[in-house]
């Protein structure tokens, strides 16, 4: 078995994407109609309400989920099979129209969004293992498609039973979405559908974070490192604390080193080195009353005097202009009664029975 801990990290979804890369203005649409209406992905009228094709209404489905945007859960009646969704409180924070950026036209609300789908938290794995292979267990050389293919294929199994495998194409197919959601220079594919309208509408190419060399079958690819310009130091030491909160719930400290370099850390989800790390958050931390990086027998590491979870998200909300502090903003727990299926055990107990699990149940009861 593998040492990767990819077991604890991810959920074994592959090929979930229908080969569809996340697209302009479609998480801001799902989020709206999900709010609204939790069976939203299952109707009819689906992509009519959506404006996209029935395969990129399952492709919206997945990427809300993966970003953690929406979580899905049983619907209240038993009788309904489906899950249905509902909009995480970070969705809201994010992506209302009042909320810190709807439409995504700050590009560190992109680099904030690629932490969160490579990021394992209390409310959810990844969603994306192939994602997370390559960007946390994948060696940092340049490599074909085949290649990460090959990388993905080999931890998936070293990790997990025979009978979990996916198959081989589903994990090409992610390779191949990867490839179209990150890269800035690809090549256009006129037999792939979709392949020239991918090449407009990715977002996340705007973080190049992925270059190609070459053409055709012995095209290579590598990921880009360094200092990340558009990358806001709000944000990345909002990944740093967020990370450092799984291993210290309280005030505490955690080495630079491992902030770049451990698999799942802000370091590897960036492709940042620990003396670019360092460089892009030492202004804010010495700035911030509750953050310093202090240094002990030659090795840097960052302290936190308040709860690092807390203490992320007061920077990343002051960052984007206090969202949580204007009128009628919700508190997470408000959020929750507003939609309860986000508390996964209210969900279960609240769930209305059918008819004849009512019966079963009452004679159950009687011959007690």
């Known amino acids: ?19 569809f890369a ?20 299952h109707r009819e009228d689906a992509p009519v309400l959506l404006g996209v094709g029935k395969n990129m209404v399952y492709s919206m489905r997945h990427w809300s989920k993966a970003f953690k945007l929406t979580q899905e859960h049983p619907h209240e009646d038993a009788s309904y099979r489906a899950h249905v969704a509902s909009p995480t409180w970070r969705a ?23 932490w969160w789908l490579l990021s394992t938290d209390a409310e959810a794995k990844c969603w994306v293992p192939s994602w997370y292979v390559i960007f946390n267990l994948a060696p940092r050389s340049r490599v074909t498609s085949a290649e990460m293919t090959s990388v993905i294929t080999r931890h998936v199994h070293e990790s997990f039973e025979e009978k979990d495998w996916p198959a081989s194409e589903s994990i090409s197919r992610d390779v191949e979405c990867l490839i179209k959601m990150y890269a800035l220079d690809q090549e256009f594919n006129p037999l792939s559908p979709g392949s020239f309208e991918d090449l407009l509408m990715s977002p996340f190419r705007e973080l190049g974070l992925l270059e190609g060399q070459g053409k055709g079958r012995d095209r290579t690819w590598r990921f880009t490192s360094g200092s990340r310009s558009n990358l806001p130091a709000p944000v990345l030491t909002y990944a740093c604390l967020d990370y450092a ?4 719930p309280n005030a505490g400290s955690i080495s630079l080193a491992r902030l770049a370099e451990d698999p799942g850390s ?16 030492e202004l804010l931390v010495g700035n911030h009353p509750d953050l310093q990086i202090v240094e002990a027998l030659g090795q840097r590491s960052l302290t936190f005097s308040k709860a690092p979870q807390a203490l992320a998200w007061d920077i990343l909300d002051a960052h984007y202009g206090r969202v949580r502090e204007r009128e009628g903003f919700p508190t997470p727990q408000e959020w929750i009664k507003k939609y309860p299926g986000l508390d996964g055990d209210a969900s279960k107990r609240g769930r209305k029975k059918l008819p004849q699990q009512v019966e079963v149940l009452d004679l159950i009861k009687e011959n007690a």
């Open 92 to 114: 809201r924070w994010l992506l209302d129209e009042d909320g810190a950026d709807p439409y995504l036209e700050d590009t560190g609300s992109l680099w904030l969004l690629h």
């Open 1 to 19: 078995m593998s040492d990767s801990r990819l077991r604890e990290a991810v959920e074994l979804s592959f090929g979930r994407h229908e080969t």
């Open 266 to 281: 802000p370091g590897r989800a960036f492709r940042m080195r620990e003396p670019e790390l360092t460089k892009a958050i």
């Open 22 to 41: 996340p697209r302009f203005g479609w998480l801001h649409k799902a989020y709206m109609q999900v709010k609204n209406d939790s069976e939203i992905f």
């Open 245 to 248: 909160s799984r291993f210290s």
